[in-house]
């Protein structure tokens, strides 16, 4: 039979209704399969920060910079380290201290975090203690310039001491800072970071040692994080525990971040992702782009 334009355009527009009705029926059961708040597969809204670890993009940047570079990208927050051109270090006077504070309370970005690299596997009991002591200066440092908390890290299992010497060591020197820590109101993250010790199973026997409210761990997207039972089991190992997260460049296909991220939110956390990445000679372009990675892995873009 010929069709006219006219009857097809009648048989077009008379389909419409149908078509319609039929989209809505399959919108209404995706609704009804997404759990409430879901977004592009995230069962919950993320409430995640994003920051920045000085570590090795911003080494060389001054605190002006380090807050103005910050801003630029719409970072939230960032984590200071030591040894590098900001010159947040136990040596500074009182007056430096106060002037810390006040440059971060003054602008957008908040200081989150001082990174340390105390660690506190050694068998040497002399430097042991002075690690210790050290850590409860910087702590010191912390609360004076205005951060929530320090970074620490175990490094190691030292060679013909038995692991679970060392473990239960770092725990018990993790349960005296946390002591410390929340006296001044302080959160000791320990990354999970080092030879051998950046297994999760050893991390949650560390942290079970230290057993101290004021102590957390700082996921740090290793790629052992899969080694063992898997990502999933890892994740669980600490997930009730994980008080800051690193992020490595989120471009890199080896390691699942949209996954990480679908774990975070479903357990409800809330704190800081920060991103911890190499220089560049264009650093808050790659910040942006970082930024918007960031943003998409969580299905905000």
Known sequence: MKTTRRSFLATSIGSLPVVASATATQGARA????????VDGFAKPSQMKLGLVTYNLAKDWDIPTVIANCRKARFDGVELRTTHKHGVE????????ADV???????????FSLGSAFDYHTPDGARLRRDIEATKAYLQLAHDVGASGI????????????????????????????????????V????????????????????????????GACWNSNQTDMEGAGFDANFDLVRDRIVEVHLRDLFLPEYPFRRLFQRLV????????????????DPVRVMQYFRGLWLAYQGLL
């Open 151 to 186: 970074k620490v890290r175990p490094n190691d299992l030292p060679k013909g001491v038995p692991e679970e010497v060392t473990l239960a060591q770092i725990g018990r020197s993790l349960r005296e800072l946390g002591e410390v820590a929340a006296g001044l109101g302080l």
């Open 90 to 97: 136990v040596s500074l006077s009182a007056t430096e201290r």
């Open 101 to 111: 504070r006040r440059r971060f309370a003054d602008s957008p970005v908040e200081l």
């Open 188 to 215: 000791l993250r320990l990354e999970v970071h080092g030879n051998q010790t950046a297994s999760l199973p050893r991390i949650r026997r560390i942290l079970d040692e230290a057993g101290h409210k004021a102590v």
């Open 31 to 38: 609704a009804e399969k997404a759990p409430p708040g879901a």
């Open 266 to 281: 479903e357990s409800g956390y809330r704190g800081y992702t920060l991103a911890e990445i190499p220089e560049s000679p």
